[in-house]
Each structure stands twice: as structure tokens, then as C-alpha cells.
């Protein structure tokens, strides 16, 4: 399948999930310039995409315009070859779920009938529907006892959950999530977001994720559409964001200059990926003993910076999940790596599956 793009006048290929921007803009009869000023950008089938920006930058607004609940003044948006403005606006959104920051579950109807909204709209048979709710449930870490629970029977963090497993009802390729997590407590907020990516890695649907924070969405990204005023800055992977940045907007918001953060998104197969490449290369620590601290090798480079800090090693043992060497990094190589132009981000999915 393929379509056209007005602004590129490009045909391109697409699959079911993929999302395109075309040059879209939105200016509402009250502002006197655009929320959302000539954005174009394409999210491939399967990729979790964050939307980050300061207040007023027009990312809720770019999101909301994916489920038609705002209507663009201006160019088109692509879900697969089906420009949206074509779609009857309900079959539209029963085909993307949509997570917001209050939850928004209907406080009358117990945990199953909210999860079960969308299933009954499109007239599901009911076993099927209770096979549904009980996967999704399970899924997202709540147990069955709660399928008769009212929504303020539930903690913020589980009716979030809930939240959650209502929008992936009817198995929708797309999933739009406008600040989930921003009125969560630390600790829920965090369990919340390796829950994210656990269920990302798993069903691999495309995900538009709105935030301000931006370790939030160093975290959760595979790529991150940095908006300023309405209009896209810079669309990039997070270490290229760190690390290259398009302007000293981009610099200040990412700080680009924390060498922490840029070693959070570096791993630590990547340094024995490049001592494998240097086949000349004669390792720093060839003696093994039983007192040198080991790390994961689906770590990041911040978790091996503060384990030498932590234990007085000069290096470390890198193994893998069954417990076999995979090499050794010291802090020599930590320097190197970060000098170097080799830096390769980590793998969400790899680190989560250990």
C-alpha cells in the first residue's frame, strides 16, 4: 500500500500502525497563532514515539488530533494508507485506545465493564470478552479479585493499570497516552513505566506517549519529537538527542552536557561489541578473580560507573543471563566510549527480558 505525501510529494510504503504527519496544523478561533505549526513526521508501525516539550508547545494538541478529538486547520494525518478525515469518527477511535492522566474510568461500573467498554460497543460475544478481560488483567499485573472492584476501591497506580487495560480492550494498533503517569507518586510512576515498556516489548503496538519529563522520555522512547512553540524542533532517537543536538533549545532541555544521563543510554554490550571489532586489541585485565564485582551485560554504562565508584575495582566481570563472561569494562573503556563516536543505545527490550 502506498499513498501520497503532499509535502514531500513522495509515495510512500505502509503498514498497518504506521502514523504520518503531513504538514499538519491546528489554530484555535480563540489563539492568534497556531498550537500546532506545519508538523510532519512519521512514526513506524510498532515504535514507541514521545511527544516532549515545555507547557503550551502543542504536544497534547498533535495527539489529540490522531483520534479527531481536535480537527487539524491545516494538512492531513495517515494511519496505514487511510488518511483519518475519511474514517467515520467512531470506527476511528474504537481502533486506538487512549490512556489520559485522569484516568477517566466510570466510577459506576466495576474494574471488568470499564475494561470491557469498547468490546461491548463492537458487540464481541461475551466469552470472548471475558477471556479478554482476564488476559488484559493478568497482563497488566492485577489480580482476578479486582474484576468486581469499583474504580475508587483502587489505588492511583491500579486504576491507572486499569486505565491501561481498558485502552488495549479491543487490540487496537495504536495507543495514544497524554501524560499518564504525571499525577502518580515516584514509586508508581516508576513501576508504571517498566510496566510500559514490558508491555510494549510484548505486543509491540504503536505508541504516541505526550510528557515534560524528559527522563521520563529518555526512558520510555525509540524516538522523541522535541516540539517548541507548535513546531517540531528536532525528531531523533534519545542518544542522539543527548548527544547531538539540533540548537541550544534542544541542549538545555536534554542537557546535553550531563555525562550521567549519556551514560544511562549507552550499553554495556555496546563497549564489548567494540573491543571485539578491535581484534588487535589486548584486554586491559586478563586475570580473573573471585572478588571482582560482575554487572549485566544488557546494563547501562551508568550502572557500571556506579558500581567501580561503589566497589574500588578497576573493572568489572560483564556476563550474560546465564552467567557466563562475556568480557570486561573498565573505567578507561567508560572514557573511551564516551569520546568516541561509537555510541550505541541500549536495547529496551534486551535489558527488560532478563
Known sequence: MTYASSNTQESRVTQSGEIFFDDVSKTFESEGVPAVDGVSLQVPAGDLVVFLGPSGSGKTTLLKMVNRLYEPSKGKIWIGNEDIQGLPINDLRRQIGYVIQQVGLFPHMTVQKNISVVPRLLDWDKGHIQTRVE???????????YLERYPNQLSGGEQQRVGLAR???ADPDILLMDEPFAALDAINRERLQKELLRLHCKLNKTILFVTHDVEEALLLADKIAVLREGKLVQYDT???LVTRPKNSFIEELVGTDN????????????????QARESSRKMTHTQKHDNVPT?????DLRSAL????????????????SGKEQGQIGMKDLKEMLASNQLVEKNKCDELSD
Not at 488476559?135 to 479479585?145: A, E, I, K, N
Not at 554487572?295 to 546494563?299: A, C, K, P, S, T
Not at 556506579?306 to 543471563?321: A, F
Open 295 to 299: 554487572i549485566d551485560l544488557e546494563g
Open 238 to 240: 534519545p542518544i542522539a
Open 135 to 145: 488476559m488484559l488483567l493478568d497482563l497488566t499485573g492485577l489480580p482476578d479479585s
Open 259 to 274: 555525562i550521567l544521563r549519556r551514560l544511562s543510554l549507552v550499553s554495556i554490550k555496546s563497549v564489548i561489541k567494540a
Open 306 to 321: 556506579s558500581l567501580l565508584l561503589s566497589s574500588g575495582s578497576d573493572y568489572l566481570r560483564v556476563v550474560d543471563s
Open 167 to 169: 485502552a488495549l480492550a
